[in-house]
């Protein structure tokens, strides 16, 4: 199956906004508002960021937001920090003959 | 606290058979789908399938389905991944996450995963 497709990398300043786009198809991120986003840090597991397309979840700072338009989602890091440069995955519901999720391929953050 | 324990770092040869196990806690255990994450070295992250302990139904994502089994034992609320030959293309970090489904009209839809366990490392070497 097709991951959904994310930049390898982009970068900003501290203080800095940045937006990773996740660019799928109407069977997934275009059909269904099940967008996630995900970062991980080199060495460590996954942590949830976004859900539903534009929820934070209990914890996560009000700096990271979600959205989405047509068949592609955007993760938006405001106020950018040095903590902040990791990878970041976005993931959605995919509808097939056999429904799974399909995960993009990762973008790297690099904090300058 | 919610939690998910997974089992350490395995070395395997090709053709041995393998089962790394994830414990949950703090949660209601059969409630959760469990799901499983493969990430192959400086790769990305795929999803392997997942299980609900409440009954053990079991879905997995087309390129895994067959190669591997997803299990579960409600009485330790502890979720397995499980390979019968191992291959060297196995190699790989797993992760378990604790992942939120519903149903709607008997389709199943697969939404974020919240809790994620540290992950278990295999390598498959000879």
């Known amino acids: 199956q097709s991951a959904l497709t994310q930049p390898a990398s982009v970068s900003g300043s501290p203080g800095q906004s940045i937006t990773i786009s996740c660019t799928g198809t109407?069977?997934?991120?275009?059909?269904?508002?099940?967008v996630s986003w995900y970062q991980q840090h080199p060495g460590k597991a996954p942590k949830l960021m976004i859900y539903?397309?534009?929820n934070r979840p209990s914890g996560v700072s009000n700096r990271f937001s979600g959205s989405k338009s047509g068949n592609t989602a955007s993760l938006t890091i405001s106020g950018l920090q040095a903590d902040d440069e990791a990878d970041y995955y976005c993931?959605?519901?995919?509808?097939?003959?056999?429904?799974?999720?399909?995960f993009g391929g990762g973008t790297k953050l690099t904090v300058l | 606290e919610v939690q998910l324990v997974q089992s350490g770092a395995e070395v395997k040869k090709p053709g041995e058979s393998l089962k790394i196990s994830c414990k949950a806690s703090g949660y209601s255990f059969t409630s959760y789908w469990i799901g499983w994450v493969r990430q192959m070295p400086g790769k990305g992250l795929e999803w392997m399938g997942i299980?609900?302990?409440?009954?053990?139904?079991?879905r997995y994502s087309p390129s895994f389905q067959g190669q591997v089994t997803i299990s579960a034992d409600k009485s330790i609320t502890t979720a397995y991944l499980q390979w019968s030959s191992l291959k060297a293309s196995d190699t790989a970090m797993y992760y378990c996450?604790?992942?939120?489904?519903?149903?709607?009209?008997?389709?199943?839809?697969?939404?974020?995963?919240?809790?994620w366990g540290k992950g278990t490392t295999v390598t498959v070497s000879s």
């Open positions: 539903d397309v534009s």
């Open positions: 109407s069977s997934d991120v275009g059909g269904y508002n099940y």
């Open positions: 993931s959605s519901y995919t509808s097939s003959s056999t429904p799974y999720v399909v």
């Open positions: 299980i609900y302990p409440g009954d053990s139904d079991t």
């Open positions: 996450a604790r992942q939120r489904v519903t149903q709607v009209n008997k389709v199943y839809y697969y939404y974020s995963m919240d809790v």
